[in-house]
């Protein structure tokens, strides 16, 4: 039992899974202060307040025990939700992506093989073929 815990552990992805949700974690706090110390006093500033959540209030229930219903909240998570992508991508994925494309570009193919070597290996792998074709 120890022993297929261990090759589970040592396999790569393991391994792997874990750190990257290890630097998700910590990851996840850059891209809140993206979020909430730029992109939402953007917003509060263009709209007036940083968030939907009191647009529309609902109250129900007498006033002792009355309850608000916030139906706006949900525009508020949202409006999160697409800010966080939006930082994702134009800020993580859109520079990794490019650079992965200047890596790329670098990346020198290999030339073709000259005629000669060409020949030469479609000669070699007929024989090869027509040995095989012998020997059954």
Sequence with gaps: ??????EFISRGNAVDLAVGVVIGAAFTGVVNALVEKVLNPLIGGLFGTPNFDE????????SGQAAQVLPF???TALVNFLLVAGALYFFVV?????LAA???VEEVEP?????????????RDLLAAERAGRQL
């Design 55 to 62: 647009t529309w209030v609902i109250t129900l229930g007498m």
């Design 94 to 98: 859109l520079p990794m992506n490019t």
């Design 111 to 123: 030339e073709a093989p000259a005629e000669d070597v060409r020949v030469l290996t479609e000669i």
């Design 1 to 6: 039992m120890l022993q297929g815990f261990k």
């Design 102 to 104: 200047r890596r790329k």
């Design 73 to 75: 909240a949900v525009v």
